[in-house]
């Protein structure tokens, strides 16, 4: 079977953690002989809106260059929105060809629900995928073959079972929805109780600057272990030294890093994001928080980091949740949805 897939959202200079799930996905999938992928995407950078059009004006010679070559059984779009209007000119000369869609969040969020535009669109689609059950419930019902299916995690993430000297862990992108703001209010609150705390921070983006700034403004109170980025290793060598991972997101559809924390042994500790309800059970494999303002940041959090082995049954079933996003399983799923439509 070949599967072409495009997505808006590569991994660049300024994201570099941007869309590898895909790359993975599309590596674990291209194990069978069975099944053979081929990928078009662009950087995900921030551009203006000339720029944003330039780049899909890209993505657009890059996918017909691709299908004028090569017929292929799906088409696997990630991200709905802008991305399907690269194949709308394909739905009228190639009408055998199956489309698929990832959800993402954003692709729905910012999107008119009720438009001709986006009714025409969905009822394209031969099958959605949706990052999360919350997700899905948006738009149940309006198109065909809805499932849900993560966007997964290396079989790689495993607790090593060693010793932990960082106490607190953030990793994601320096943006507004991703709170690295709030992982500091959570810092604040945490030392009203604690004279001191070793924390990683792992990221980049455009609130570099401020974060940079908060942390020289504690430097007093907290040790930065580690900053800046790290590829699948360091990530799998940062989460088994860490007691526990704030995820302090104010938006997130799925939340990679809390899985991949999860298996490696972190406590996770997560605002209440459509991302951290669908993995996170309260206070069974994780804990959920309204904000830094939790009477949990305060008054429970502390007594985790000082006796992180009492833990030990709730990170045994984060493991094991977890586990059911590795990409061994996440592209069992894809397959499975592959042949169901073909």
């Known amino acids: 079977m070949k599967i072409l897939f495009v997505s808006n959202m590569r ?14 996905q599309m590596e674990e999938i291209n194990r069978s002989d069975d099944y053979s992928i081929d990928f078009v995407s662009i950087d995900r950078e921030k551009t203006q809106i000339l720029g944003t059009i330039l780049k899909y004006l890209k993505l657009y010679f890059m996918f017909y260059k691709k299908i004028i070559f090569r017929k292929y059984d799906i088409i696997h779009i990630h991200y709905y929105f802008p991305t399907i209007f690269v194949i709308f000119p394909l739905v009228w000369f190639h009408r055998n060809v199956k489309i698929v869609v990832t959800f993402y969040g954003g692709d ?6 009720s438009s001709v535009i986006w009714r025409f669109a969905l009822g394209r689609l031969t099958a959605s995928i949706f990052m999360s059950k919350a997700l899905l419930h948006k738009i149940k019902g309006q198109t065909k073959n809805q499932v849900v299916i993560p966007a997964g995690i290396k ?7 060693g010793e932990r000297d960082i106490d607190l862990i953030f990793a994601g992108s320096f943006e507004t ?3 690295v703001d709030v992982f500091f209010d959570i810092i604040d609150r945490v030392l009203l109780t604690l004279d001191h705390l070793n924390i990683a921070i792992v990221g980049t983006g455009s609130l570099l600057p401020l974060v940079q700034e908060m942390c020289e403004a504690r430097k007093k109170a907290i040790n930065v272990v580690f900053f800046g980025t790290a590829d699948v290793q360091g990530m799998i060598s940062l989460f088994n030294r860490s007691k526990v991972l704030i995820s302090s997101s104010r938006l997130e559809s799925f939340g990679l890093v809390i899985a991949e924390a999860m298996s490696c042994g972190c406590v996770a500790v997560c605002t209440k994001t459509d991302g951290a309800l669908e993995q996170i059970v309260n206070e069974q494999n994780g804990y959920l928080i309204e ?3 939790d009477p949990f940041v305060q008054l429970r959090l502390p007594e985790i980091l000082l006796n ?4 030990m049954e709730l990170t045994k079933n984060a493991e094991r949740s977890a586990n059911t996003y590795k990409y061994s399983e996440i592209a069992a799923k894809m397959i499975s949805l592959y042949n169901r439509v073909v």
């Not at 300024?14 to 993975?24: A, M, N, T, V």
């Not at 992180?308 to 833990?311: D, G, I, P, T």
């Open 108 to 113: 729905i969020d910012f999107f008119d629900l």
């Open 11 to 24: 991994p660049s200079k300024s994201y570099p953690y941007s869309g590898r799930f895909i790359l993975d």
């Open 308 to 311: 992180y082995e009492a833990e």
């Open 155 to 161: 079989d790689s993430f495993i607790n090593h079972r």
């Open 291 to 293: 904000g830094p303002f």
């Open 177 to 179: 929805e991703k709170g």
